[in-house]
């Protein structure tokens, strides 16, 4: 398997674009996490889907940022404006939720977004 | 509100030495595991060690081994012969499970410098 994909692995952007990441779970699986790592913030979780369905995206930061995960094999994160604030990297992971009491996270490799 | 505190922003150990990592969390469920992930350079998260918390023995993974104080809510990890490639910041996290629930809430890291 090829694990969590995730795309790109480096963005710079400038203030006011949009941004898009993209991710790939790993096949089977049926949770998505997008996590957000900053040195002020640490890791914290932005949203997380179980179905493709948004079960809790209290961590959104506000309105500029939306997910979406229209089928079972592909999610979006978009930032849009993006502002300086936004640069972190953005991980993806993905579990099988449901059934057995442990489910793995596979975290994907990252995107490092840089607003300037 | 579920939270994890790593109090050690910074740790360093010699080569072949033994170090321990702290690590005290709050959380109201009584279900729940406890994880330690590896962020080397290449900033890949990777799973280090896991204990469900309903298992009084402490998980083992060859040089890694955690005390966990489930009264105290603390969940420490040492690492025993440390070798160079562990150099890497060490996330302790928290996931409670049952039906939906699956996410991870991180502690801020400690940075682990392993010198020769």
């Known amino acids: 398997d090829a694990g969590v994909i995730q795309s790109p692995r480096h963005e710079v952007t400038e203030m006011g674009q949009e941004v898009t990441l993209r991710c790939k779970p790993i096949s089977g699986h049926n949770s998505l996490f997008w996590y957000r790592q900053t040195m002020m913030r640490g890791l914290e979780l932005l949203i997380y889907f179980n179905n493709n369905v948004p079960i809790d995206d209290s961590g959104m930061p506000e309105d500029r940022f939306s997910a979406k995960m229209p089928n079972a094999s592909f999610s979006t994160l978009k930032i849009q404006p993006s502002e300086p604030r936004d640069s972190a990297v953005y991980f993806c992971a993905s579990s099988d939720i449901g059934g057995a009491e442990y489910n793995e996270q596979f975290f994907g490799p990252g995107t490092r977004l840089t607003v300037l | 509100a579920q939270t994890v505190t790593q109090s050690q922003p910074e740790m360093s150990v010699q080569e072949a030495e033994t170090v321990t990592l702290s690590c005290t969390y709050d959380t109201s469920e009584s279900n729940y595991y406890l994880f330690w992930y590896k962020q080397p350079p290449s900033r890949q998260m990777i799973l280090v060690i896991r204990?469900?918390?309903?298992?009084?023995q402490n998980a083992t993974e060859n040089r890694f081994s955690v005390n966990f104080q489930k009264a105290a809510k603390s969940f420490s990890l040492k690492i025993s012969d440390s070798q160079l490639g562990d150099t890497a910041m060490y996330f302790c996290a928290l996931m409670n499970y049952g039906g939906s629930q699956g996410n991870l809430i991180f502690g801020k890291g400690t940075k682990l410098s392993v010198k020769p």
């Open positions: 204990q469900e918390a309903y298992k009084q």
